[in-house]
């Protein structure tokens, strides 16, 4: 059965269809499987060109192909689309990777405003915003209305003080980064940005594709997206005023340390107290006593050996914390043996260890000095790396006091 009959514009309606139906229910919809090679691109978006070409071929003779009635490839679905001025490419070869992703994350198409050097936040306070749903397990989609509340009142917070406030478009032109997709607009009305009462209307919903979701699920590479979006286009934000904002908080400090509230009471009489339901993280406690043997309950920052009713006294400190957002393991290579102070600077973000084993201050105000390591206590670097990042974001925060 020949492709001959498709149109430019047959192409161009199957694409609008995928977007607003969404790539799974698309790919059912019309029983096709997920491209094993070629994909088209068009606007920084990847399509499932084999599935693309036999629906387009539907909107251009009322005859839907399904997959055993075509084979795809090079000489077939790949050549009809680049004879009608589409790019077609390798899909194996360019699957999105950790480095793709912080790539298109540093390549966004951020627009400037008249007289104004500074690219628009709109698009980088976005994606922090649906980056902090991710790490809080929430939706991967969400309905505009939603979106419209949350991240409008986000840009006039944190936006260009010259720069309205217009959540619309990077609701709609997040596409763009190939990392986002939006789902419930009529074809009719995807040929261009739609206007705000087509998105009243319809509700549609957008967020995150699913290949870069699944890839921001995991925290390390959540961090690195995080880390890449606030130094390459919010170097000017009072970042810790930002994540607090949207919910990102536990990114200001390493995971460990206690937020102690200021007295609520009267000053009167007994302290109140109220009921409450905790769930803790369980720690193992033998590995708590390990690190502190191993390293003879000296810190390994300071050197300080404390004794407290005449015993030894040191805490176990975890390199990368433990529970939301940074989900680090309970094992001996995420331990340190630290005593107070230092354990209090470590997980405030206040010092750090450097790729050559030195403990440096985040704001350049010590002297750098080794970390001492016990031959037989292991530590990961790559954990060590984490809180290092941590330490770089954080490390423009104002003081207080």
Same mark, same amino acid.
């Given at each position: 059965?020949?492709?001959?009959?498709?149109?430019?514009?047959?192409?161009?309606?199957?694409?609008?269809?995928?977007?607003?139906?969404?790539?799974?229910?698309?790919?059912?919809?019309?029983?096709?499987?997920?491209?094993?090679?070629?994909?088209?691109?068009?606007?920084?978006?990847?399509?499932?060109?084999?599935?693309?070409?036999?629906?387009?071929?539907?909107?251009?003779?009322?005859?839907?192909?399904?997959?055993?009635?075509?084979?795809?490839?090079?000489?077939?679905?790949?050549?009809?689309?680049?004879?009608?001025?589409?790019?077609?490419?390798?899909?194996?070869?360019?699957?999105?990777?950790?480095?793709?992703?912080?790539?298109?994350?540093?390549?966004?198409?951020?627009?400037?405003?008249?007289?104004?050097?500074?690219?628009?936040?709109?698009?980088?306070?976005?994606?922090?915003?649906?980056?902090?749903?991710?790490?809080?397990?929430?939706?991967?989609? *969400? $309905?505009?209305?939603? @979106?419209?509340?949350?991240? +409008?009142?986000? !840009?006039? =917070?944190?936006?260009?003080?010259? /720069?309205?406030? *217009? $959540?619309?478009?990077? @609701?709609?032109?997040?596409? +763009?980064?190939? !990392?986002? =997709?939006?789902?419930?607009?009529? /074809?009719?009305?995807?040929?261009?940005?739609?206007?705000?009462?087509?998105?009243?209307?319809?509700?549609?919903?957008?967020?995150?594709?699913?290949?870069?979701?699944?890839?921001?699920?995991?925290?390390?590479?959540?961090?690195?997206?995080?880390?890449?979006?606030?130094?390459?286009?919010?170097?000017?934000?009072?970042?810790?005023?930002?994540?607090?904002?949207?919910?990102?908080?536990?990114?200001?400090?390493?995971?460990?340390?206690?937020?102690?509230?200021?007295?609520?009471?009267?000053?009167?009489?007994?302290?109140?107290?109220?009921?409450?339901?905790?769930?803790?993280?369980?720690?193992?406690?033998?590995?708590?006593?390990?690190?502190?043997?191993?390293?003879?309950?000296?810190?390994?920052?300071?050197?300080?050996?404390?004794?407290?009713?005449?015993?030894?006294?040191?805490?176990?400190?975890?390199?990368?914390?433990?529970?939301?957002?940074?989900?680090?393991?309970?094992?001996?290579?995420?331990?340190?043996?630290?005593?107070?102070?230092?354990?209090?600077?470590?997980?405030?973000?206040?010092?750090?260890?450097?790729?050559?084993?030195?403990?440096?201050?985040?704001?350049?105000?010590?002297?750098?000095?080794?970390?001492?390591?016990?031959?037989?206590?292991?530590?990961?670097?790559?954990?060590?790396?984490?809180?290092?990042?941590?330490?770089?974001?954080?490390?423009?925060?104002?003081?207080?006091?």
């Amino acid at each position: 059965m020949g492709l001959g009959d498709i149109r430019y514009e047959d192409i161009i309606a199957a694409t609008d269809e995928f977007r607003r139906l969404g790539r799974d229910d698309f790919l059912q919809t019309y029983g096709f499987g997920r491209a094993m090679s070629y994909e088209l691109v068009l606007d920084g978006l990847r399509y499932d060109s084999k599935a693309i070409v036999g629906v387009a071929h539907g909107y251009a003779t009322d005859d839907f192909l399904r997959p055993k009635d075509f084979s795809g490839g090079a000489a077939t679905v790949a050549r009809c689309l680049r004879e009608l001025g589409f790019v077609v490419e390798n899909g194996e070869a360019t699957t999105l990777s950790r480095t793709g992703l912080l790539e298109r994350l540093r390549t966004l198409k951020v627009s400037r405003g008249p007289g104004s050097p500074a690219p628009s936040r709109h698009q980088p306070l976005t994606l922090l915003w649906a980056i902090a749903r991710e790490a809080d397990e929430r939706p991967r989609m *969400t $309905p505009w209305p939603r @979106f419209r509340d949350e991240v +409008g009142p986000l !840009l006039v =917070e944190f936006g260009l003080s010259n /720069a309205k406030a *217009t $959540p619309e478009y990077p @609701f709609w032109h997040l596409r +763009g980064s190939g !990392l986002w =997709e939006v789902h419930g607009i009529p /074809a009719e009305s995807a040929k261009k940005m739609p206007m705000m009462s087509i998105l009243d209307a319809h509700h549609p919903r957008a967020g995150f594709t699913e290949e870069a979701a699944a890839l921001l699920g995991d925290p390390v590479a959540r961090l690195d997206a995080i880390a890449t979006i606030c130094e390459t286009y919010l170097e000017d934000v009072d970042l810790q005023a930002l994540f607090e904002r949207i919910g990102m908080d536990g990114y200001t400090t390493a995971g460990s340390l206690l937020n102690l509230a200021e007295d609520e009471g009267s000053g009167a009489g007994p302290a109140p107290r109220r009921d409450t339901t905790r769930s803790v993280i369980v720690r193992d406690v033998s590995l708590a006593r390990k690190v502190k043997e191993l390293e003879d309950d000296r810190c390994q920052i300071c050197g300080t050996a404390l004794r407290y009713l005449d015993r030894p006294y040191s805490q176990a400190a975890h390199i990368r914390g433990l529970g939301k957002p940074h989900h680090g393991p309970d094992e001996l290579q995420n331990l340190l043996c630290l005593c107070a102070n230092c354990h209090v600077l470590f997980d405030g973000l206040e010092i750090y260890v450097d790729a050559d084993g030195l403990v440096r201050g985040a704001r350049n105000t010590r002297e750098p000095r080794p970390l001492r390591r016990a031959p037989a206590h292991p530590i990961n670097d790559a954990h060590l790396g984490y809180h290092r990042d941590l330490c770089r974001i954080n490390a423009r925060r104002p003081t207080t006091g």
